[in-house]
């Protein structure tokens, strides 16, 4: 028998799990964006023990045919995908068709859909990556994908997991970044069976902030719009006396997939200088829209980091947009801590 030898594949997929499936908000953000690729309107997450032991995630979503199921839990299989060129235009959120079974492979996994002309739903099931076979079963429209007992058979990655609270936490950010970036979607949280948001259909982006961070706030965003020959950016920013200690009201999207971005970020700060105090952080909601070839979002498994083909424009965009709109205002609240 040689020596070298191929991993089997559950192997395989628990050290792609070990890249993609750091905690709980990792599993709901790949299962918000297949839903959001399966072009839902309606999602519904439930979560119990911050996630830990459970994420039940349900769409009405176009749903997969009885016989793809057990594709969808293969590694390195996508419906988004087809060609080596399509890598460079991908406008879904996954295309790596790892997620599903990486998260399988650490967890008690259940995959129930049923999409239009299917008389019944189908299930396929895993534990810890051994399927189970697709079985029949009652169901709507849609998907509804289970997650229990994460990392049950990976210990390691379970003893860095922190507190519900703290798991919960970030489990609940990733469910405002898809709730913000889809304004339209009719989106529900609860945890330990209590409803933490309950986000009707807003008709805009401003809608849905009043609903996040109060009407209050939402009444003093300051629009922001602008086009180049590399993108449109537009959205709100946030006025100077609304900001916090933290960057965590900064929100920037690409193409409806939430980023970070240094340079970006960088822009920001700079066109708020002499605006907010020192060590305060404005909160902004920008969304950026470019060809899809103008970004490469495959730099990282989880994509939150994307390498611009022209930074340095993105970037003068950026400053000379807000300040332009800076300009056309008095901030007569310079400085002005909330009190
Ligand atoms: P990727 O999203 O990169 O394709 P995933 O492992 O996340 O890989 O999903 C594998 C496939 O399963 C997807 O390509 C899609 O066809 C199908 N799928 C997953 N979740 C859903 C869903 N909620 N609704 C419809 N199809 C889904
Ligand atoms: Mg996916």
Request: with cysteine; glycine share 8%.
């Amino acid at each position: 028998m040689p020596r070298i030898q191929p991993l089997a594949p559950e192997v395989v997929n628990q050290i792609a799990a070990g890249e993609v499936i750091e905690r709980p908000a990792s599993v709901a953000k790949e299962l918000l964006e297949n839903s959001l690729d399966a072009l839902a309107t309606r999602i519904e997450v439930d979560v119990a023990a911050g996630g830990t032991e459970l994420i039940r995630i349900a769409d009405d979503g176009e749903g997969v045919p009885e016989e793809d199921l057990p594709l969808a839990l293969t590694q390195h299989a996508t419906s988004k995908l087809r060609t080596p060129a399509d890598l460079f235009t991908v406008a879904t959120m996954g295309f790596r068709g790892e997620a599903l079974a990486s998260i399988a492979s650490v967890s008690r996994f259940k995959f129930r859909s049923r999409p239009e002309g299917q008389e019944l739903a189908a299930e396929i099931a895993a534990e810890g990556g051994s399927i189970t076979p697709v079985t029949p079963r009652g169901g709507p429209l849609g998907t509804t994908v289970e997650v229990r007992d994460l990392f049950f058979n990976v210990p390691a990655r379970r003893k860095f997991l922190k507190t519900n609270a703290t798991e919960f936490g970030h489990l609940a950010e990733q469910f405002t970044r898809v709730a913000l970036a889809n304004p339209r979607l009719h989106a529900t949280l609860r945890h330990n069976g209590k409803v933490v948001y309950d986000l009707p259909p807003a008709v805009d982006l401003r809608d849905r902030l009043a609903t996040f961070f109060g009407s209050k706030i939402a009444e003093r965003l300051i629009p922001v719009s602008s086009e180049s020959d590399i993108a449109r950016l537009w959205g709100f920013a946030g006025h100077p006396g609304d900001s916090k200690g933290s960057r965590k009201g900064n929100y920037l999207f690409l193409n409806g997939r939430w980023i970070t971005d240094r340079s970006l970020q960088h822009a920001l700060s700079e066109a708020y200088r002499g605006l907010v105090m020192i060590g305060r952080h404005p909160i902004s909601f920008l969304f950026l829209e470019t060809a899809p070839d103008a970004a490469d979002v495959n730099v990282h498994p989880t994509k939150c980091e994307v390498r611009f083909r022209d930074s340095s424009s993105l970037y003068r965009q950026l400053l000379g947009t807000l300040r332009t709109e800076f300009l056309k205002r008095d901030f007569e609240q310079r400085f002005h801590l909330p009190g």
